[in-house]
């Protein structure tokens, strides 16, 4: 992973106005500002670094309805906070490296979290080419029945478009109703899919996909048709949710969400990334 040197860390973290200057600049479009409510660009600043918008009259400053903003503390500690969370540094040691509470370090790390949710829906083009669907499932470690069927673990789809990037959702169950549905909505007609023999995927076919199969009760390659590259998503996925020592059902999407969007940029610097989701508005229904 490619992370951003120490030095221009260090020259934005060097006053709150520099700290400023880059979110400020993340939040304009072509460097000019625009009214957070009508998106129009005919506006005028008014006292305490606001501004007016002349078409819909709604008064907002800098960083009015966007993520940044459902966290009163300062910008240089706000990208002291994205910084840990790139690093994968807990809120626990955030809160006590930023001198702040836990439960303010904890609320940060979640607007992140969402922000990466609202970005993950924000213009997705559908995927195409060669694609590979899988489910796994994901919880604690309990007695009884594994994978399919396994009591209270939480279902989840994956599809992967090779050399690409990877889609997580969670599911309510693998009935085929439901993974097609999802398919439908993120794979391009015409694609070549790849999955394994369970039965779920047996009406793709009859969608306008070429549908291959492997049989992982034989072997797990017969030459392009294998399901690896989601099967890598699985285990770096679960690997990094182990440390979290148990995550909640209700908050489970944010944290898959979060590992989609690490297993995609891996070979980027993601500080940036980060740092223009929070900046983004927040959409309405949110």
Not at 89 to 95: D, G, P, S, T
Not at 121 to 133: K, N, R
Not at 172 to 192: E, F, H, Q, Y
Request: aromatic share 12%; proline share 1%; with cysteine.
């Amino acid at each position: 992973m490619v992370q951003m040197n120490i030095e221009t860390f260090e020259k934005l973290i060097k006053t709150e106005n520099s700290a400023r200057l880059y979110f400020r600049k993340k939040c304009c479009k072509k460097s000019r500002i625009f009214c957070t409510r009508c998106k129009s660009t005919k506006i005028y600043r008014i006292k305490g670094k606001k501004y007016r918008c002349k078409q819909c009259k709604y008064t907002f400053h800098d960083f009015t309805d966007r993520w940044i903003n459902k966290l009163h503390c300062s910008l240089k500690t706000w990208l002291w906070l994205i910084k840990l969370f790139e690093l994968e540094v807990c809120a626990l040691r955030a809160a006590v490296q930023c001198k702040i509470s836990y439960p303010t370090a904890l609320k940060a790390y979640d607007i992140i979290r969402y922000s990466i949710l609202a970005s993950a829906h924000d213009g997705q083009e559908l995927l195409g080419g060669e694609i590979e669907l899988d489910e796994s499932y994901f919880g604690g470690r309990r007695k009884g029945k594994r994978g399919r069927g396994a009591a209270s673990k939480v279902p989840v789809f994956g599809i992967y478009e090779r050399n690409g990037i990877v889609k997580v959702e969670v599911v309510k169950d693998v009935t085929a109703k439901s993974l097609l549905n999802m398919t439908i909505k993120t794979v391009r007609r015409g694609s070549v899919i790849y999955t394994d023999k369970f039965k779920s995927y047996d009406t793709l076919m009859f969608c306008g996909y070429r549908h291959l199969r492997v049989d992982h009760g034989k072997k797990f390659v017969t030459g392009k048709v294998y399901i690896n590259g989601l099967e890598g998503f699985w285990s770096y996925a679960k690997q990094r949710l182990i440390k979290f020592h148990g995550v909640s059902k209700e908050k489970f999407p944010l944290y898959l969400k979060e590992m989609e969007f690490r297993y995609n940029n891996r070979y980027h610097d993601i500080f940036d990334l980060l740092a223009q989701n929070i900046v983004n508005l927040v959409p309405i229904l949110l």
